[in-house]
């Protein structure tokens, strides 16, 4: 469950509307949406690999919910940084 912390920190910064989450990552097949409700980010969603389901919200800096059935809480993480390949 841990491997949905280091994908949340790029999420914050979501658009404010109802939007698609895809991405691939550390093993992930994450697919859900990404909705704004005031001030909290709502993602919701599955892991295709495992099953997993998410049910998360994003707001001053920390993230609660429930992942797979178990309650989770955590401070956002720091956004890791990007390589871009060029030619």
């Given amino acids: 469950m841990i491997k949905?912390?280091?994908p949340i920190a790029a999420l914050v910064a979501a658009p404010a509307l109802a939007d698609p989450?895809?991405?691939e990552r550390d093993g992930l097949k994450v697919v859900g949406t990404v909705?704004?409700?005031g001030d909290t980010r709502v993602?919701?969603?599955e892991d295709r690999v495992s099953g997993s389901q998410f049910d998360l919200r994003v707001k001053n800096g920390y993230v609660t919910g429930v992942i797979d059935g178990q309650r989770v809480g955590y401070p956002v993480p720091k956004a890791r940084p990007?390589?871009?390949a060029s030619r």
Wanted: cysteine-free.
């Fill in 4 to 6: 949905f912390i280091l």
């Fill in 21 to 23: 989450l895809v991405f």
């Fill in 35 to 37: 909705d704004v409700q």
């Fill in 43 to 45: 993602l919701r969603g």
């Fill in 82 to 84: 990007v390589q871009l």
